[in-house]
């Protein structure tokens, strides 16, 4: 992910954050060194600071990659909660769940291997927050799943809708650009969301359910 945001003032963003836990600024290094996709700590304080405005305690998350979003879900629901790590690579979930079990937070987090539409599919329940970070392509038909599984009042998340600018490519040819767009539109149009997009480093989507 390119950030498109101007160069100084996405540094200050990030020289102003607070300290991370240890466990956050390793995963942190590990993703920069490996070039492993994570939000980042800014977009990690903002998932944390919605689920504590919401005082969510189940979220389901969908796309998890080594965990370290779903940590920043796991502080802010506390004891008691719930959050539902999915992801399709066992090698990403094995790491994951090593760094759940230092952060503290491993009770918390139920781990599933395999395709998180799948696994959205087979739940019945409402969630307090869905959060949405499978491959682009995906993203209209998670779209077209979120409604039935987030309560009323509940918060849909999507991270990187602006996908470094490129989504302002109107014939774009590429499938994941696409999906982006897609989903966009859908809810710009849909009736069952008050949705905003966070400019903050890929564009974050945060729609609360009507």
Do not use: C
Not at 60 to 89: K, L, N
Not at 101 to 108: E, F, N
Not at 173 to 200: C, H, V
């Amino acid at each position: 992910m390119k950030s498109f945001m101007d160069e100084k003032v996405d540094a200050y963003l990030y020289e102003i954050l607070p300290p991370r836990t240890p466990v956050l600024e390793e995963m942190e290094r590990q993703a920069k060194q490996r070039d492993i996709p994570i939000v980042g700590p800014a977009v990690g304080r903002v998932l944390y600071q919605y689920a504590k405005l919401i005082d969510a305690k189940t979220v389901f998350e969908m796309g998890s990659a080594i965990g370290y979003s779903t940590i920043w879900w796991a502080m802010a629901v506390g004891e008691g909660g719930r959050v539902y790590y999915t992801d399709g690579d066992e090698k990403n979930a094995r790491e994951a769940e090593g760094y759940f079990r230092q952060a503290g937070v491993l009770d918390r987090i139920e781990i599933h291997v395999g395709d998180a539409l799948e696994a959205l599919a087979k739940r019945s329940e409402q969630f307090d927050i869905l959060f949405n970070d499978v491959d682009k392509h995906d993203y209209p038909r998670v779209f077209d799943m979120a409604a039935a599984h987030v309560r009323k009042g509940g918060l849909f998340l999507t991270d990187n809708v602006l996908w470094s600018g490129r989504v302002t490519e109107s014939n774009s040819q590429d499938k994941y650009t696409r999906g982006i767009q897609e989903f966009n539109q859908k809810m710009k149009a849909s009736k069952d969301w008050f949705a905003t997009i966070t400019p903050l480093r890929d564009g974050v989507a945060v729609a609360t359910r009507l």
